[in-house]
Each structure stands twice: as structure tokens, then as C-alpha cells.
């Protein structure tokens, strides 16, 4: 499996960025996506998640703000971004996960979100 994440950038605050995860490999309905933010010097957190049936999952500081969904036919997970806010910067992570036996884990190289205020 590899993930590919891309989307960020650079917006004011206010403004909305949508970051899209490609995933690459089999099974990608079976695996639970998420989105990860890792802030300077702050531990890397889950900002959102889906599961396989499409259940959601947020941080309570994006709830009504952002938006996870998957796309089984095209393998992809966006985040849609609203209302960005200057404490959203971060690099974002893509990952997925699938639990059977054992725990099948991976993660995406990380796009860098700045919300200037």
C-alpha cells in the first residue's frame, strides 16, 4: 500500500483548502482512512477518520468545519477544509489501517497546511 497526499498550501484565514489522499495497492474498501496533522512541537493528532461502511469520525476542533469522505471507485479520501483558522497549521497525514489478524498500518508523507491570520 502507499498513500499520496496532496492539496495544501498556503490560505488566509477564513479561507478552505481541500487535501486529497491517492491510495495505491488492493482492498482499499476494507480500510479505515484517516487524516493526522502533526503542529511544531505538539504530538501528532487524529483530526478525522472513516471507516469502510463510511462512518465519520472528527476532533472536536473541526467539527462543522471539516469534512472527510471516500470515493471507492477512484481509491481516494479527501478533507474538505472550511473556515480555516490559523491554529489548523499543521503538516497532514494520510493514513490507513486494517485490522485482521494482525494490523496492517501506513501512512502518507505529509502536506503542509499555513493559515495566515
Known amino acids: 500500500v502507499q498513500l499520496q497526499a496532496s492539496g495544501g498550501g498556503l490560505v488566509q484565514a477564513g479561507g478552505s483548502l481541500r487535501l486529497s489522499c491517492k491510495f495505491s495497492?488492493?482492498?482499499?474498501?476494507?480500510?479505515?482512512m484517516g487524516w493526522y496533522r502533526q503542529a511544531p512541537g505538539k504530538q501528532r493528532e487524529l483530526v478525522a477518520s472513516i471507516s469502510s461502511s463510511g462512518n465519520t469520525n472528527y476532533t472536536d476542533s473541526v467539527k462543522g468545519r471539516f469534512t472527510i469522505s471516500r470515493d471507492n471507485a477512484e481509491n481516494t479520501v479527501p478533507l474538505q477544509m472550511n473556515s480555516l483558522k490559523p491554529e489548523d497549521t499543521a503538516v497532514y497525514f494520510c493514513?490507513?489501517?486494517?485490522?485482521?489478524?494482525?494490523?496492517?498500518?501506513?501512512w502518507g508523507q505529509g502536506t503542509q497546511v499555513t493559515v495566515s491570520s
Open positions: 493514513s490507513a489501517m486494517l485490522v485482521r489478524s494482525v494490523v496492517y498500518a501506513y
Open positions: 495497492g488492493s482492498m482499499f474498501r476494507s480500510y479505515e
